[in-house]
C-alpha cells in the first residue's frame, strides 16, 4: 500500500487522487464536526463549496430535518443554525437531522477529491477507525489535508502523520517524501500535541484568539468515535450506512 500526501486544498487534482483510496483532514474544525455530528446519530451531511449554494439548497428542500451549518473566518455565518464549533453537534441539536455544511476549507475540499475511489473523513477523533478501514482496504490512498487558505496547515499534516504512523506499524507501506515527513514530525510531538501548536500553528492560534479554547481541547481528542465517515454521491454518511 501507498501512501502519498497533499499538503493543502489547492494542490488536489484529478491525476493525483484517481483510482485511489481519499482521506480528507480538516482538524480544525470541519472533519471534526462531521465525525462529531455522525456519532450523534444525524442522518447525513451534505458538503456545500458556498454559502449561496448551501443556502439555496436550504430554500429548496426546507423541512424541520435539515439544518443549516457552516462558517466563514471562524465565524457562524448570518442565519445559519450552527457554526463550525463540534461542541453544538450534541444528540439534542442534530440527532435525525440532515446537515448542509459550508466552511471555508474542509467542505471545499471534499468537494475537490469527489474523483477518488473512496472519499473517508478523518479527524484525531476518529483515526483508529479510519486506519482500521485502510489495512482492511489495502488500496493505495491519498491524504488531502485541507490546510487554511490553502495554505498548510500543521494540525492537519499532524493528523495525517499519524495515520501513517499507525499504517506503518501495522503494515508494510510504501511513502513519499511528504509522507515520511509528517509522519516524523507527529512521532516526535505526538506526546505534546497541543503545546506544540500552540507554537507553530498559525490557524490554531487564530482560533484561539477568537475564544475557541474548549473547541481546541475538543478537536485534539484522540479515537474517542469509532465511525468510518464516507463521501458518496453529494452526501456523507457512516460508512455501514452506504
Known amino acids: 500500500m501507498h501512501i502519498s500526501v497533499i499538503a493543502s486544498a489547492r494542490d488536489v487534482n484529478c491525476e493525483i487522487i484517481e483510482e485511489k483510496n481519499v482521506v480528507i483532514i480538516d482538524v480544525l474544525r470541519a472533519t471534526s464536526v462531521i465525525v462529531t455530528a455522525l456519532a450523534n446519530k444525524a ?17 429548496d428542500n426546507e423541512s424541520k430535518h435539515l439544518v443549516l451549518c457552516g462558517e466563514r473566518d471562524t465565524k457562524i455565518i448570518e442565519g445559519f443554525h450552527f457554526g463550525n ?19 471555508s476549507n474542509g467542505t471545499r475540499t471534499i468537494k475537490a477529491c469527489d474523483k477518488g475511489l473512496r472519499i473517508y473523513i478523518a479527524s484525531f477523533l476518529n483515526v483508529e477507525a479510519i486506519v482500521n478501514q485502510l489495512l482492511y482496504d489495502k488500496t493505495d490512498t491519498v491524504i488531502v489535508c ?31 517524501d511528504l509522507s515520511w515527513g509528517m509522519k516524523e514530525v507527529y512521532e516526535k510531538y505526538s506526546s505534546c500535541l497541543y503545546s506544540f501548536l500552540s507554537k507553530a500553528c498559525s490557524h490554531f492560534k487564530v482560533l484561539q484568539q477568537n475564544g475557541f479554547k474548549e473547541d481546541l481541547d475538543y478537536c485534539l481528542q484522540q479515537n474517542i468515535y ?15 450506512q452506504i
Do not use: H, W
Open 146 to 176: 485541507s490546510g487554511t487558505n490553502n495554505q498548510y496547515s500543521m494540525d492537519d499534516a499532524l493528523c495525517a502523520g499519524m495515520i501513517i504512523s499507525l499504517l506503518e506499524q501495522k503494515a508494510k507501506i510504501s511513502m513519499t
Open 226 to 240: 469509532n465511525v468510518v465517515p464516507v463521501y458518496s454521491q453529494g452526501c456523507i454518511r457512516i460508512l455501514e
Open 85 to 103: 464549533s463540534p461542541l453544538s453537534y450534541t444528540k439534542e441539536n442534530i440527532s435525525g437531522k440532515v446537515i448542509i455544511q459550508t466552511t
Open 43 to 59: 442522518e447525513y451531511i451534505i458538503p456545500m463549496e458556498s454559502i449561496e449554494k448551501a443556502q439555496a439548497y436550504f430554500r
